[in-house]
């Protein structure tokens, strides 16, 4: 006989819902109220960019184009974000493909999960210093093998092609991109389908390719869009590794708005709308190239071919591709952490002469204020994060409600539509409001971004959990709001701690909405690491990108341990059988 | 003190101009009063952490002295506040505006002052205003050849200075030709910061002083119709250097200090600085070997004064004035001339100090990089700040956005 | 404690599919049984009285608890109590925080409400588990605990949705002895879903189909 549980049936259950008639009407109120706070300053800002860049009679829109530089930023723009978001995309693939299931994947993950904790801004400091031409790798390879005594004249960073930017952004992409896929997996029952396919003679990454990337890349859309709309509109990342003979689009929009002439903001805002529709553009070609590569993909399974001997070569590929990225980014933020702790440091010494602590000494007063400030904006913006998440994933658990495709589209909005097209136009409209700089309003703004990450990561163990347990303390007697507090909440303790970590991350490392709602006034450890980055002091960086590094990674060590600690009498709250 | 009296008193500041020394005592005393309390958002530069702590310590003075709680906003350009005060006057902020005392000079000064965006004239009802050198120092009132006319209170003087390491380089260039036709023989071991950077354009108008047929227009505004040809042996002369540049002029550094990590790096061999104690405070920091020393031209290296002013709209004007006079201490005078600390030059007169305040200075080692006074050579005086801008613009359009 | 659990014409309807059609009324202390093959309904009836029915069904006619329409109630007012194929107790609760989340508040004052749960627990061989985590538990002491912490709440009657098919077959007439036994003592009326017959003719009492025939066994 079947098992019973596998026929629609049989499973009458609403998802843990117990009817209570005339209850929840506030809860009812929590996913427009949400969907508004991501939807409206996206909105408002957008607005706020848009009358600017054509009164005057397009002002703004004219000198925007005598701008020698324009043609080449905006190609910079366009180019490091493809490119970026491509490689991205093909070495997580890659790595999926080649190791998805075995031992080695375990390791992969494991080793570049708590690289997504690390700040933009972090990353790229660190790399900076490892790939500079006076950076670590040059200092551990000379004078012996490279006969150098002094750092070699060779143009790696901010390099006019945007070759370090689109190395720093791939580092940062491919373990977003990775954890993504790997949240996705599980629902489309990876394993079976590739032993299915191994078994009918397929190589591993024929299998993959033809059984599971299609959908999983349905599932990896929207996180992709969000990176390349990132890559082509990061300014943190950019100030340090991009070019500057011109800079990106995105990075000389941020200085037109430092500078002192309005006509310059009429500019900035035209600029910021061209940016947008280079946006739009970009994802438009990316769409259009996932039909063909869709048909082709069709095309070539007909065909069947197994190609299994693309499978070594790929693993070597894979784990090549690992290597360097996590190398190179726990290479470069261990760097940063030793010049925090460094003496005389002169080329070609591949570790200081000597070790000191006067850095962190002096810089200690100014370093506890910016680090209580970064923490009490990020603890603020995550705590509204958690409760509009959960007051939206509880309305649609009692309530029988059920997420649309688009209201999930709109929750990315934020994440789709570049920081630098609407941030301008939010923070001329919050001026006279005088609500900027104040970490408040910083909060509030870092809240829009934060939020969807926390839903994201929050979503799936919520309505992951056993709705039976509801029915269970239900027919004991059990009201909605117990069940709540004392049963959903406590077992969703792990999930709820690791989204928390998450919020915190995703606020420590915003750069450019702290910069321009911040107004200059709050500082936090990730406008400070930037605005000292073209200062060159590395002692200092090295500082305050460790503590930008160390914060997030606390928070998740504590999303970790708490929960062990917490159920250490508790089996399976720990995940054991 | 009433709030509401307070404000109005120093509304009417400009006005008592005819007080005796004991009224503006009194004056200042009530001043002082209302700054008790107040929290001064002082708009800096925030990239050099030497000028960070130095900015701590007057604030800890400033809490200590005067009750004045001092936050430095720090920022990555002093337009950043400039734009700001200007955005909160198109806004119709007239009171309570954010920025309340601005690290500032040359353009931006001239751009503020012009369009109203500065309170004053202030600094002749500072108390320690007697002691500034205006007469040995005319860069204390002359700002880009812009009087200040006491919109802007001056706080530290700076010259250019060149920096280079003897261990790589025993024997530097001493002229401005010398200089090119070393780079030229020695490719990626010189560059400049890439202008619009205060410094890399102090490089540029200190470029023009040598290769103009006559400097002294430089302290005119800027004529159109003539430009072109005044500035023309600009151009040749950096497109004789350019390829001879660090990563052949296809990178600058940013600013000051990313051009001071690279002397600190080995990646060039001379660097310079509007600053002549950097070099030793960087030794003393253990950021720069102490084989390093300092250098000028032949024929002097321009000097300005850098200020700080008010804007119009300052929210804690009172505190702000109180920092203002405070910077003026001969105390903190001293300490900021201290190599250790920042290695800046002061503008208060010696001579007119009490001989305790003098003992300070004189107490002061100079550092193991540094000229003494003597050596330091003539100073320029800063051109027109039209010309900065200018040639700013067309260096961008020129070397700024390559093809 | 006494009553009776009736179903006035109970029909439920998915579409133009009618699945379960049950007039039934089961007195205190007695045991009826709703058999049927997997997807017959069975489990769509429970989830009807216990008021979980998702939207989609269509029920007309009426639940009744000693007389009382609960038809409308929501599902924590209805007293009805419910076992599950799997044990289903709160992992992160000790043993005896499972029991106490069920014990009504009016058991009041830290001491009887302890007393309490130790004394179930005595009485079902589980002396001096109350610290325990459930998942250490053997498969049919959790079954023991999942049925005390229903019986605690001191439901008016008792569902038991085939709690003893995932259990090993030794243990089950155990179980279902124990399970049985503990339904009479409460007094209430009981309802069994399952499709074993070995449990049904356990059950003693009257069997049906969840369209309403009566099943020989």
Redesign the interface.
């Known amino acids: 006989m079947d098992d019973p549980h596998r026929t629609g049936l049989d499973r009458p259950l609403r998802g843990g819902a117990v009817r209570q008639a005339g209850r929840g009407s506030l809860l009812r109120l929590a996913p427009p109220l949400t969907l508004a706070l991501m939807i409206l300053p996206v909105l408002a800002g957008l607005a706020g960019t848009v009358i600017p860049a054509f009164r005057n009679a397009g002002a703004g829109v004219a000198s925007l184009f005598a701008w020698p530089g324009l043609p080449r930023a905006a190609a910079l723009s366009l180019g490091t974000g493809l490119a970026s978001t491509l490689i991205a995309l093909a070495l997580t693939l890659l790595i999926l493909a080649a190791f998805a299931g075995t031992p080695t994947f375990a390791r992969i993950r494991r080793s570049l999960a708590p690289l997504l904790s690390v700040p933009h801004a972090a990353a790229a400091l660190g790399l900076a210093f490892l790939i500079a031409p006076s950076g670590w790798i040059a200092r551990l390879l000379s004078p012996e093998v490279t006969g150098w005594q002094s750092p070699p004249d060779l143009l790696i960073l901010n390099d006019p092609w945007g070759l370090s930017l689109t190395l720093g952004l791939i580092t940062k992409e491919l373990p977003f991109l990775l954890l993504m896929a790997l949240a996705a997996l599980p629902q489309l029952d990876a394993d079976r389908r590739l032993t299915t396919a191994a078994s009918l003679g397929y190589g591993r990454i024929a299998g993959f390719t033809f059984t599971l990337l299609p959908d999983l890349y349905r599932q990896l859309r929207l996180p992709t869009y969000a990176v390349l709309a990132y890559g082509m509109t990061t300014v943190d990342m950019a100030l340090i590794l991009g070019p500057t003979l011109p800079p990106t689009l995105a990075t000389q929009i941020t200085l037109w708005m430092g500078e002192a002439s309005l006509t310059m903001r009429d500019t900035a805002a035209a600029a910021a709308l061209l940016q947008l529709a280079l946006a739009i553009s970009a994802i438009t070609i990316w769409r259009i190239t996932e039909i063909l590569v869709q048909n082709l993909l069709v095309r070539a399974a007909f065909q069947a071919p197994r190609l299994p001997n693309l499978d070594r070569p790929a693993a070597a590929a894979a784990r090549a591709a690992s290597l360097v990225i996590t190398g190179s980014l726990t290479l470069g933020l261990a760097g940063l952490a030793l010049w925090s702790v460094a003496g005389l440091w002169q080329f070609p010494d591949a570790v200081p002469q000597s070790l000191t602590l006067r850095t962190w000494v002096s810089a200690a007063p100014a370093l506890g204020q910016t680090t209580a400030t970064t923490l009490a904006i990020a603890a603020t913006a995550t705590l509204a994060a958690l409760i509009l998440t959960l007051a939206c994933l509880q309305a649609e658990a009692t309530l029988n409600l059920t997420p649309t495709t688009r209201a999930l589209t709109l929750l990315y909005l934020p994440l789709l539509i570049p920081q630098i097209a609407f941030l301008p136009g939010l923070q001329m409209l919050t001026l006279p409001l005088g609500i900027d700089g104040t970490p408040a309003a910083v909060a509030a703004i870092h809240l829009v971004f934060v939020l969807p990450y926390v839903f994201l990561s929050l979503s799936g163990p919520f309505r992951a959990w056993d709705s039976r347990i509801a029915t269970a303390a239900a027919t004991l007697g059990a009201s909605e709001t117990r069940i709540f507090w004392r049963l959903r909440l406590p077992m969703l303790a792990g999930p709820l701690l690791t989204s928390a970590a998450v919020g915190m991350a995703v606020s420590i490392g915003q750069y450019l909405p702290t910069l321009l709602i911040g107004g200059g006034r709050v500082e936090t450890l990730t406008t400070e690491a930037v605005a000292l980055s073209s200062g060159g002091n590395r002692r200092l960086i090295g500082a305050y990108a460790a503590l930008q590094l160390l914060l997030p990674a606390l928070a998740f060590g504590l999303a970790i341990a708490a929960p062990l600690l917490l159920w250490r009498n508790r089996r399976l709250m720990r995940g054991l059988a | 003190m009433h709030r509401r009296t307070a404000l109005q008193l120093l509304a009417s500041l400009p006005a008592f101009a005819g007080l005796s020394t004991k009224a503006l005592a009194a004056e200042w005393d009530g001043i002082l009063s209302e700054a008790r309390g107040q929290t001064v958002?002082w708009?800096a530069w925030?990239?050099?952490?030497k000028i960070?702590?130095f900015i701590?310590w007057i604030g800890e003075k400033a809490q200590e002295r005067y009750g004045v709680t001092l936050?430095h906003?720090?920022?990555?350009?002093t337009?950043?506040?400039?734009?700001?005060v200007?955005?909160?006057q198109?806004?119709?902020?007239t009171e309570?505006g954010?920025v309340d005392l601005i690290w500032i000079n040359g353009?931006?000064f001239a751009?503020m002052k012009s369009q109203g965006l500065l309170y004053g004239s202030f600094t002749e009802y500072l108390p320690n205003w007697p002691l500034v050198d205006v007469a040995g120092k005319p860069a204390t009132v002359t700002d880009f050849t812009l009087p200040t006319e006491g919109f802007e209170s001056p706080w530290a003087m700076a010259q250019l200075v060149f920096e280079h390491d003897t261990a790589?380089l025993p024997q530097p260039p001493q002229s401005l030709d010398a200089l090119a036709e070393w780079a030229i023989a020695n490719?990626?071991r010189f560059t400049y910061p890439?202008p619009p950077d205060y410094l890399g354009t102090t490089f540029l108008k200190q470029v023009l002083y040598g290769v103009m047929e006559d400097p002294s227009l430089l302290q005119s505004p800027v004529d159109e119709a003539a430009y072109d040809a005044q500035v023309a042996p600009l151009w040749a002369f950096l497109d004789r250097l350019h390829p001879a540049l660090?990563?052949?002029a296809?990178?600058?550094?940013?600013?000051?200090?990313?051009?001071?990590?690279?002397l600190?790096?080995?990646?060039i061999d001379i660097s310079f600085a509007f600053n002549p104690g950097r070099a030793s405070a960087e030794i003393a920091a253990?950021?720069l070997?102490d084989t390093v020393r300092t250098f000028v031209l032949q024929g002097g290296t321009i000097g300005n004064a850098s200020f700080v002013a008010i804007p119009f709209n300052a929210a804690h004007r009172a505190g702000a004035l109180v920092i203002a006079n405070l910077l003026l201490d001969p105390e903190v005078q001293a300490r900021a001339q201290d190599p250790a600390v920042l290695g800046f030059q002061t503008v208060l007169d010696l001579q007119a100090l009490a001989p305790e305040d003098r003992a300070r200075f004189d107490a002061l080692e100079l550092g193991i990089a540094t000229l003494s006074p003597a050596d330091l050579g003539p100073v320029l005086l800063e051109p027109h700040a039209s010309w900065m801008t200018r040639i700013a613009q067309d260096w961008?359009?020129r070397?700024?956005?390559?093809? | 404690m006494t009553g009776t659990l009736t179903l006035d014409h109970l029909t439920i309807t998915l579409g133009p599919r009618r699945l379960v059609a049950l007039t039934l009324s089961i007195k205190a202390g007695e045991v009826a049984t709703i058999m049927g093959p997997s997807g017959s309904g069975k489990s769509t009836a429970l989830a009807a009285i216990t008021g979980t029915l998702a939207a989609e069904f269509t029920r007309t006619g009426r639940i009744l608890l000693n007389g009382k329409d609960i038809s409308e109630e929501p599902t924590r007012r209805r007293g009805i109590g419910l076992m599950f194929q799997d044990p289903v107790l709160f992992p992160h609760l000790s043993v005896g925080g499972n029991l106490a989340f069920a014990l009504p508040t009016h058991v009041r004052g830290r001491a009887a409400r302890q007393a309490r749960i130790e004394e179930a627990l005595a009485s079902a061989g589980l002396k001096g588990h109350a610290d325990r985590d459930p998942a250490t538990l053997s498969g049919g002491q959790k079954a023991r605990v999942a049925l005390l912490r229903t019986l605690l709440a001191e439901p008016s009657a008792l569902l038991l949705d085939e709690p003893f098919s995932r259990l090993d077959a030794d243990l089950r007439a155990q179980i279902r002895a124990f399970t049985f036994d503990r339904a009479r003592q409460a007094g209430i009326p009981t309802l069994l879903v399952t499709h074993d017959a070995e449990d049904a003719r356990a059950a003693g009492g009257p069997v049906l189909s969840p369209l309403g025939e009566t099943l020989p066994l």
């Open positions: 958002y708009h925030g990239g050099d952490p960070n702590d701590t936050e906003v720090k920022l990555a350009a337009s950043d506040a400039v734009a700001r200007l955005a909160e198109q806004a119709g902020q309570g954010a353009e931006n751009a790589r490719p990626g890439q660090w990563r052949q296809k990178a600058f550094p940013q600013n000051e200090p990313a051009l001071g990590q690279l600190a790096d080995g990646e253990g950021n070997p961008t359009a070397y700024g956005v390559a093809q």
